[in-house]
């Protein structure tokens, strides 16, 4: 029985209601109706999931019910807040609900904090506006907001600067601005997107408790179906404008009506269950498990300077940002690198590129290795390995048309092939990637995302390259987009034998594509071993904690999941001992600043079955939340 | 009946259809165009430009010889004889000297921007994309120019190579490009930490290549602006030198020149400032509304 049947009708205490809401934009291509006319409710200590692909206008909705749409926009219709009309309020009147009575966090956490201000005097500038309290009760009220939303030191915090805070912290910093007044409705818009999966685990913990506790009305607006499964009590699927199909959460998950529900649904890629994107989807049988190994890695180490204090002639610490690394690759293999952010993937991923200089260690190239190469004698070998980055858009020059993009490698190694003949390989490229060869004279805005990102990837491959690196290449698209993307990669692959390195920080869609997974942190690999073996079998406590945190778009499941939790505060990169945090045993206590010939303990990896390698660490079991 | 060409023909037009798309460039002018102020200054500039380079041509007076007709010096604006800006100190008829005075300040601030332009942007993009010690070296370079003063510096070239036309050009553009190589260094930094930089290098792109294709098309946005705002500086720049005795020859002329001559006859013949100082202030007012205009067009965030 789901929670909405559970919960007896006639005691809904409706906070939110809208009826028939649009929103129309002005623009110079004439109007764009980015919501078309929606009714929705939402009722005190309710999740209301709105589930949606970029451009369903999801966002657009909530800004216009909260008075914050761009000035070329316009709402109709009615929407009330607790029986008063709110809608196309002017910002005065307004002002008595927003902030206070409902509010509104938003994906990015650091634009959302002004920058020169501490978080101390941010939140009592809310509670001094809004509630008159003095200075002292303000204090005292917010840091005991900062409390409740679990941030450790809150007194030491309310002294900081947004910038010194992690993306997670900052995050729970505006859910308690926007709880200090007590507020009865909260807008959550892709709340925890910008977010490592174990601090989304922790969020989402945190807003099921407001709403269980504190009886708050919250409204979930986000792109991915695993977030929304374990929290949100009634689903609103948006597309185009419009709510394709509403119900309550296990109405959508397990008995979807509408065709988009249903795509939507099985484009999820699913870390418990690969099998289910289809045999389309998997890592093809292309592995030349014989043949020499085409890149090896070994002990590689990139270390960035960092100034940490000093006058005139500074005094430097280095970032160990990847520290002593070793792998090989074969013919046709996929490796998928999974970390959280500041792991050290995408550096890796650079250095063993050559676009970063390496601190120590060798990167092996079919044989030869790339250090004793000169700079052109690199330059001249980038023919053989490409690289698709992660934001389609910016890695796209803005002033150059995408024929011409696609073509530039072509023109650097292949010099004397005839334009016609280049115009003739780049259009064969863009039937292949799935453009249309007439697209070849547009420039990149004119595009979507997946067909930038599809841009890219001809760009990358138009030189038959023997390995692609792949730097969170389908992150930052809709999960629909997502599947195309990972289709075609894996199709190239079967045609070209190619290799990959797939670098991504979800582990549901790197299970998908990889022969093999290597997770790392803070630099270090801490696990490596066949993609079935990892996930069924994970044994370094942070790999367990990873694979737990994973939202799982299958409300049953992800309400029953066990989630484990990290132990303590995660160290500072800078720490020379970081790597040590899963064995504290070999810890030493240092002077401050460190001595700079200190060398800790470098945990070892251990072959525990084979192909199965595990970092050392102390026996641990993860708490358990 | 079905004509081959004809199916050609239409596949052509289907395909140009498709291919036109909206550029960045057909954005910006379009934005331009909505731009009221800045295409009346672009009208306005350009009836100045035709003016400067015909009228002299047609009007029955030489810039340098004293005109009988009128047989007066100093006269008020006439029609008689053809005069509507009167007559200067010597009986040479003023609207002859005003857009004879154009084309030199025209020029000058075309050619030295010019000048300021290439130097500014090669300067600029190669100390910022490269950046380390060669970034340091180029940049305080520039720093210890621009500690020279500018009259200094111009007086020294005036006594060393004499006074020339074309040095004024140099002397301003050598002084002019410092500002652009600052700038185009500024907005090269914050291109080169693009992906599509890295992209570029990871597609085997050498550093010379990379400014050349990547960078300068990227900034060019922001220089076309700084552009429009350094020609009337330029134009004012050479106005000042002539003003001190530095900079054009008699019987040449700039607007400059005809401002310092008006202005010791401001009492008895007004005519002789009123006139190039209006033009003068109306070209600095157009070049300056373009310049917003271009700026306002080109801003990406309005798209």
Known sequence: MSVAEAMPAPTRELVLTAQDLSVTFDTPDGAVHAVKGVS????????????????????????????????????AGKAQFKGADIL????????????????????????????????????????????????????????????KVRIPLAARRMNQYPHELSGGMRQRVMIAMSLLCDPDLLIADEPTTALDVTVQAQILDLLRELKDDLGTAIVLITHDMGVVAGICDRINVMQHGTFVETGTTDEIFYRPQHDYTKMLLAAMPRIDEPAKAGPDIAPPDTVDTDGPPLLTAQDVK?????????????????????????????????LGIV?????????????????????????????????????????????????????????????????????????????????????A?????????????????????????????????????????????????????????????????????KEFGLSMLFIS??????????????????????????????????????????????????????????????????????????????????????????????????????????GHFVAEHDPYTPPQT | ?????????????????????????????????????????????????????????????????????????????????????????????LFVRTLYGARISLAVGLIATSVALTIGILYGAIAGYIGGVVDNVMMRIVDVLYAVPFMFFVIILMV???????????????????????????????????????????????????????????????VIVYVTLTIPAVILAESFLSFLGLGIQEPLTSWGVLIAEGKDELETAPWMLIFPAIFMAVTLFCFNFIGDGLRDALDPKDR
């Not at chain 1, 990637?433 to 138009?462: D, K, T």
């Not at chain 1, 790597?579 to 045993?585: I, R, V």
Request: hydrophobic fraction near 45%.
């Open chain 1, 40 to 75: 929705l409710d939402v009722a005190a200590g309710e999740c209301l999931g709105i589930v949606g692909e970029s451009g369903s206008g999801k966002s657009q909705l909530f800004l216009s019910i909260m008075g914050l749409l761009a000035s070329n926009g316009a709402a």
């Open chain 1, 88 to 147: 196309n309020l002017s910002p005065q009147a307004l002002n008595a609900y927003r902030g206070q009575k409902m509010t509104m966090i938003f994906q990015d956490p650091l634009t959302s904090l002004t920058p020169h201000m501490k978080i101390g005097r941010q939140l009592i500038e809310v509670l001094t506006i809004h509630q008159e309290l003095t200075r002292g009760e303000a204090e005292r009220r917010a840091l005991e907001m900062l409390e």
């Open chain 1, 302 to 334: 990139v270390h960035f300077p960092i100034r940490t204090g000093g006058l005139l002639f500074g005094q430097y610490t280095p970032l160990r940002a990847v520290d002593g690394v070793s792998f090989s690759l074969q013919r046709g293999e996929t």
């Open chain 1, 339 to 423: 970390g959280e952010s500041g792991c050290g993937k995408s550096t890796l991923a650079r250095a063993v590129l050559q676009l970063v200089t390496l601190s120590g260690g060798s990167v092996v190239w079919a044989g030869a290795d790339l250090a004793a190469k000169s700079k052109p004698q690199i330059r001249d070998l980038r023919e053989e390995f490409q690289i698709v980055f992660q934001y389609p858009l910016a890695s796209l020059d803005p002033r150059m048309t995408i024929g011409e993009s696609i073509a530039q490698p072509l023109r650097r190694f292949k010099p004397e092939l005839e334009p016609e003949a280049i115009k």
């Open chain 1, 425 to 493: 390989e780049v259009r064969g490229m863009m039937v292949k990637v799935g453009l249309e060869p007439r697209w070849i004279n547009r420039y990149p805005h004119e595009f979507s995302g997946g067909q930038n990102q599809r841009v890219g990837i001809a760009r990358a491959m138009i030189l038959k390259p023997k390995m692609i690196v792949c730097d969170e290449a389908v992150s930052a698209l809709d999960v629909s987009i997502q599947a195309q993307i990972l289709k075609l990669l894996l199709d190239l692959q």
């Open chain 1, 505 to 610: 920080h979800d582990l549901s869609v790197v299970r998908q594509i990889s022969h093999r997974v290597m997770v790392l942190f803070l630099g270090r690999i801490v696990e490596l071993a066949d993609r079935d073996q990892i996930y069924d079998d994970p044994r370094h406590p942070y790999t367990q904690t990873l694979i737990s945190a994973v939202p799982i778009p299958d409300p049953v499941k992800e309400r029953a999941k066990v989630r484990l939790k990290l132990p303590g505060e995660l160290p500072s990169p800078l720490d020379p001992q970081a790597g040590l945090y899963f064995m504290p045993s070999k810890r030493v206590d240092l002077p401050d600043p460190p001595p700079a010939s200190f060398e800790p303990y470098q945990p070892r990896l251990e072959e525990v079955t084979p």
């Open chain 2, 1 to 93: 009946m079905i004509f081959p060409w004809n199916r050609r023909t239409a596949t052509l037009m289907e395909e140009a259809a498709d291919v036109e798309g909206r550029s960045l460039w057909d954005d910006a002018m379009r934005r331009l165009r909505a731009n009221k102020l800045a295409m009346g200054s672009l009208y306005t500039l350009g009836a100045i430009i035709i003016l400067a380079l015909f009228a002299p041509l047609i009007s029955p007076h030489a810039f340098d010889k004293v005109s009988f007709i009128c047989g007066q010096i100093l006269a008020p604006p006439t029609m008689a004889g053809f005069h509507p800006f009167g007559t200067d100190g010597a009986g040479r008829d």
């Open chain 2, 160 to 222: 060393v190579f004499g006074r020339n036309f074309v040095l004024l050009f140099l002397a301003i553009g050598a002084v002019e490009w410092l500002t652009m190589a600052r700038i185009v260094r500024g907005q090269t930094l914050s291109i080169r930490k693009k992906e599509f930089i890295e992209a570029a290098e990871a597609a085997g792109l050498g550093r010379l290549q990379i400014i050349a294709r990547h960078v300068i098309p990227n900034v060019i946005g922001p």
